[in-house]
């Protein structure tokens, strides 16, 4: 068996670790944006969580780099990290915090063959949902003409703009939470492709399954069929054949 590079070990041993810092960085997002009057000691530890998140996902990538065999070509297939690594440094917003770590963790789950495509989509469509809502109502809470003002308004918000319904009840007013909803509209098409193709892969499958299972219970039928009519003959013959001349 081929052994494995000290890249493709690390990757195997941090994947649990960096996931469940993701998880960690959700809450520490959540909490400022869900209670707005948390104390400015809890919003000093969840900025600290998040900045520690994303401090622990650029060493991630640092490692990675200096393992890979190969680092230009390394460079050159991962430029997405590298650009989410990058992205908190040109400005410190929150906001560029949980782009650059969403890409970060969809990068690493990517990683791991033991997840599936079905759990790896349904997490995206989750994880999408949830921060696309978070991010718009910090957004547009505080915006004078706004009406995303509590969590289910926002809910309501990312649900519809995702799925492309577009009721207008509730949309964004402030530029950056209008370039939220345009990422999250892109997101949610290119969601719901996958699992428009997903499904259809598994009919197909399903259908190709059933197909072959149908064509080899013919074939069978078919080679009893020419047995029995062989047997047939076989036993016609010896009772025209003279007891006196059968072997």
């Given at each position: 068996?081929?052994?494995?590079?000290?890249?493709?070990?690390?990757?195997?041993?941090?994947?649990?670790?960096?996931?469940?810092?993701?998880?960690?960085?959700?809450?520490?997002?959540?909490?400022?944006?869900?209670?707005?009057?948390?104390s400015q000691d809890v919003v000093a530890l969840c900025t600290a969580v998040e900045w520690a998140v994303w401090g622990a996902f650029a060493v991630d990538y640092a490692v990675r780099?200096?393992?890979?065999?190969?680092?230009?070509?390394?460079?050159?297939?991962?430029?997405?990290?590298?650009?989410?690594?990058?992205?908190?440094?040109?400005?410190?917003?929150?906001?560029?915090?949980?782009?650059?770590?969403?890409?970060?963790?969809?990068?690493?789950?990517?990683?791991?063959?033991?997840?599936?495509?079905?759990?790896?989509?349904?997490?995206?469509?989750?994880?999408?949902?949830?921060?696309?809502?978070?991010?718009?109502?910090?957004?547009?809470?505080?915006?004078?003409?706004?009406?995303?003002?509590?969590l289910g308004d926002a809910v309501w918000w990312s649900f519809t703009t995702m799925t492309t319904v577009g009721y207008g009840d509730h949309?964004?007013?402030?530029?950056?939470?209008?370039?939220?909803?345009?990422?999250?509209?892109?997101?949610?098409?290119?969601?719901?492709?996958?699992?428009?193709?997903?499904?259809?892969?598994?009919?197909?499958?399903?259908?190709?399954?059933?197909?072959?299972?149908?064509?080899?219970?013919?074939?069978?039928?078919?080679?009893?069929?020419?047995?029995?009519?062989?047997?047939?003959?076989?036993?016609?013959?010896?009772?025209?054949?003279?007891?006196?001349?059968?072997?």
């Open positions: 068996m081929k052994q494995q590079s000290a890249q493709v070990r690390w990757e195997h041993r941090t994947q649990r670790p960096l996931l469940g810092l993701a998880v960690a960085f959700a809450v520490a997002y959540a909490v400022p944006i869900v209670r707005p009057g948390a780099l200096a393992l890979a065999e190969q680092r230009p070509v390394f460079l050159r297939t991962h430029w997405l990290d590298l650009c989410a690594v990058l992205l908190p440094l040109l400005q410190p917003l929150r906001l560029l915090r949980l782009v650059s770590t969403l890409l970060l963790v969809g990068q690493r789950a990517r990683l791991a063959s033991q997840i599936k495509l079905t759990t790896y989509v349904a997490g995206a469509v989750v994880g999408l949902l949830m921060f696309g809502s978070l991010a718009v109502l910090s957004v547009e809470r505080d915006s004078p003409d706004g009406n995303i003002r509590t949309a964004p007013t402030t530029g950056l939470g209008r370039v939220l909803a345009v990422g999250l509209m892109l997101s949610g098409i290119a969601l719901l492709g996958v699992v428009t193709a997903n499904i259809a892969a598994w009919f197909i499958a399903r259908f190709e399954k059933d197909d072959v299972e149908e064509r080899r219970q013919t074939e069978a039928i078919e080679t009893l069929t020419r047995e029995v009519q062989a047997l047939r003959a076989e036993v016609a013959a010896l009772r025209a054949t003279p007891v006196g001349e059968r072997r």
